[in-house]
């Protein structure tokens, strides 16, 4: 058990649908970062937080949106949602200094139908 | 970020070692390197890390060259759990609290029985 929670497991929704994935990291990680995986394109970053604040961008979308509440929870938001964002959504967090290893949940398995 | 090299795909037996390597030319010298596995349909799992010198846990061992332009994680004994896809990254530690970790393909190790 890595220590982050990420809900819902699962979600299956129609194109054009917003939906809301959340992330509970580790206790005393500061740090929250959002992960894409799809068959076709592997592990892809997408945004981190630290302390609530943004702190790096990856490849993420302008219809996805995340931020960090002051109680260090997480939440990614996607909305217009197409075919194509079908994937696992995955959330990590980590401690403070730049060895602290990331702790992934077991993520979110998006279905767009 | 730097890039690392790893093999597609290894195979081996169970109970027999595995040596994965991961080439790094490109590292600098406040990179870390970091090794993570996937194992099917779960989020990615911390395995070690190391800076310059050879580390060991309870999962695996370290190997890092003297000039660190490669590494080679060693599993002692491989069990059929240990089947998964092993990342080799590099982790900037340049100061701020931006850690990310960026993925490549991996390799995908298959222990036979």
Known sequence: ?113 | DAKTTQPNSMESNEEEPVHLPCNHSTISGTDYIHWYRQLPSQGPEYVIHGLTSNVNNRMASLAIAEDRKSSTLILHRATLRDAAVYYCILRANSGGSNYKLTFGKGTLLTVNP
């Open chain 1, 1 to 113: 058990d890595s220590g982050v929670t990420q809900t819902p497991k699962h979600l299956i929704t129609a194109t054009g649908q917003r939906v809301t994935l959340r992330c509970s990291p580790r206790s005393g990680d500061l740090s929250v970062y959002w992960y894409q995986q799809s068959l076709d394109q592997g592990l892809q970053f997408l945004i981190q937080y630290y302390n609530g604040e943004e702190r790096a961008k990856g490849n993420i979308l302008e219809r996805f949106s995340a931020q960090q509440f002051p109680d260090l929870h997480s939440e990614l938001n996607l909305s217009s949602l197409e075919l194509g964002d079908s994937a696992l959504y995955f959330c990590a967090s980590s401690g403070q200094r730049g060895y602290s290893p990331l702790h992934f949940g077991n993520g979110t398995r998006l279905t767009v139908t």
